[in-house]
């Protein structure tokens, strides 16, 4: 009786050991596709032009497939990470205070650009009486997203700062949703100015979209942390430090490297961490937006 009861106790455990290990790769094989986002600061075409040849890169440097994940609002993409709907996100600098907040500081932001470290607004008028901020009171202004850092969260800030408040001294206070739909708002003179970011700016006037004879810049503001890379704190190390140093390896000296860098509108990437966007924070605090 006791021999048959150690039979079947050591069967039992050579069943348990057998299904554990059986188990095993499947933990590791769990994980087949790797979702990314983006805030959507851009039109969906340009977006998803970004962010392909990134996809590819990223697929052969983690080893499994990476699918872009498109998104319809800034909230939607703090939401989608702080879910674990996608696996990484690219965030404005408010943006990640939005999730960091959210999730009970469980994002960490992994990289940024090189730019994002002094990141800039601008200021556009197609009105020739607009010189400097204190011109714009009694003038229809518009910003990007409400969630932007560059395209609202910053610019409202120094517009603060300036003594300048956009509810009362504004005649309206328009939102166009994106950089580039506020540079159109300009240009057709729905709205006399605008606030965006300084990067889709630049390029804009590079590849010749917008006429600088009537959309001109009439303020460049202050420098501060911008955009970055963000996963979710439960991601394991391992693969935060292989994405990571997926980021932080692109080169403008290989192709493959100059093609991505470029459309990123990056020099190279740099690794960063939450301290450095406490001045967002406190700058969302002091204009009532978190």
Known sequence: ????????????????????????????????????????????????????????????????????????????????????????????????????????????????????EKFKSVFITSDPAIKALADLKGKDVSFGSQSSTSGHLMPRSFLLQAGLNPEKDFRRVAFSGAHDATIAAVASGKVQAGALNISVWDKFVADKKVDTEKVRVFYTTPPYFDYNWTVHADMPAATRQKLADAFLSLSKATPEGKEILELQRATKFVPTKAENYKGIEAAARSADLL
Not at 23 to 50: C, G, M, N
Not at 81 to 103: C, E, I, M, P
Request: a positive charge; charged letters at 20%.
């Open 1 to 116: 009786m006791n021999r048959n009861i150690s039979r079947t106790r050591r069967a039992l455990l050579t069943c348990a050991v057998l299904a554990t290990t059986a188990l095993a790769p499947l933990a590791h094989a769990q994980q087949t596709v790797f979702r990314v986002t983006a805030i959507p600061d851009e039109s969906p075409t340009e977006l998803a032009r970004k962010a392909a040849p990134l996809m590819k890169y990223l697929e052969a440097k983690l080893g499994m497939k990476v699918e872009f994940t498109p998104v319809t609002d800034y909230a939607a993409s703090v939401e989608a990470l702080v879910n674990k709907k996608v696996d990484l996100a690219w965030f404005g600098g408010f943006t990640f205070v939005q999730a960091s907040v959210r999730s009970g500081g469980k994002v960490i932001p992994l990289v940024q650009r090189e730019e994002d």
